[in-house]
């Protein structure tokens, strides 16, 4: 298998693009990831979507996004994992180059979630989770969310803890470009808001936007930043089935293997952009992948461990709460803000010095994961 | 819904059957192709428990289409008697009254209607045991 690099990014402001077409949105990231790129030159494209289906009643959507950026006759597909559409579409866009099948690919994510009611938002996010006894319940995705939120809250937190994820999430993004929501949130503002599903806060969810990223891979050179691993896991759909649900089987698994791919230990991550639609979710994910401390998350992050400048850089333009959860998309933004990171050209939000970087996208409860460690080379 | 989309789950929601794996003994609520413990694909029928306790639980606030009418609403994490655990909703309390640990009994209740046209699905919810 070839090594990988990151050649080229693009990122759309996530927003509500009234009067973007879906795949005008998906152009405007993929023209300037392959512009960033220095290359046109595609010979596979790999789209990540979720709610195409149900928002625009948009299928095949491979083929629509090639036609759209006027590549037709490229080898396109649309990758669909629930909201970790986009880290599963990195993944398989990573393994094309790897095996020498394909040696330029795009892969870009786009979601465009204002051309629908809150209430199909809501539909949509409960249609990761197993339709029959699950979402069958009236359950949605912050309500599963909240119940092991509630389980935390009695064993390790205090809510006000928890929600400083939110906190933070917003602090980073305050300057960033493509964040939809690049201001600063009090938690007395977090705790304050309406509940959404008990014990989680309206203000503690992340909120609805359009977007767009995009990501070109080549074969990697010396130089440039280098994908040191990519891996997918899941778990148990259900969540009565899992027999601890504060860890989150898919992303111990996921984190486990790419650590072992990359030859790096938790200690080496020098950043990371994490899963926070809800701040438990971030919470649960830095634990789980083993970054922080069974138990210790909320309070880590209350610290300002999880600050720009702390012990471990979190969502450093913002994350899904501040820069914005077009869900397809979101984990190609993720990919692509910690390649700006490595590549020293995060400005305002840049962390010094920054070497190693990891990405983790989640789909479902944590029912399908996908990590991804990205390594600066050279220098 | 379609109608064999729901027919199909009929019994087991009217009457909370499980599966029992004819292999290992391991116990699935629904039923599922293969055993998680021994991989085997025979099972046969077991009825699940009708009383169990709220392992944790939320309050739904802004619920999917088709079920407005009922929010807010509890939904938790149910243990029951048996050591199975589900997801339903919890009836006939005040959200602010559920607690960790608290008695609750199977009801058969109406699900969800699809508008004023479509099924109306029924199954089970949960209720607090009056003891």
Redesign the interface.
Known sequence: MRKVAVAGVGLVKVSEHWGKPIGTLFADAALQAMKDAGTDDVDGLYVSNMSGALMQEQLNMGALMADAIAKQGLHAVRVEAGSASGGVAFHEAVKAVASGYSDCVLVAGVEKMSDVL???V??SL?MEEEQ?????????K???S???Y??YL?LYAEPSEVGMMAVQSHDNAVGCRHAQYPFRMSIERAMDS???????HMMECAGVGDGAAAIVLVPADTDGVEVAATTVATDYC????RED?LTLGAVRKAAEKAFKLAAVKPGDVDLVEVQDDFTINGVLSLESLGLVERGKAAKFVAEGGAARDGELPTNTFGGLKARGNPLGATGVYQVAEVALQLRGAAGDHQVEDAKIGLAQNMGGLGSTCAVTILRRLGR | MSVPRYWREEVPRYRLLGKVCAGCGAKFFPARPVCTECGSTEFKDHKLAEVGEVVTWTVVRNPPPGFEKYKPYVVALIELEDGMRLLSQVVDVDPEEVQKGMRVEAVFRRVKEDGKAGIIQYGYKFRPVVE
């Open positions: 809150p209430e199909v809501t539909k409960a029959e006894y699950s979402a069958y319940t009236g359950v949605t912050p309500g599963l909240a119940m092991l509630r389980l009695g309406p509940m959404e599903a008990d014990p989680i259900s969540l009565p089935m649900p």
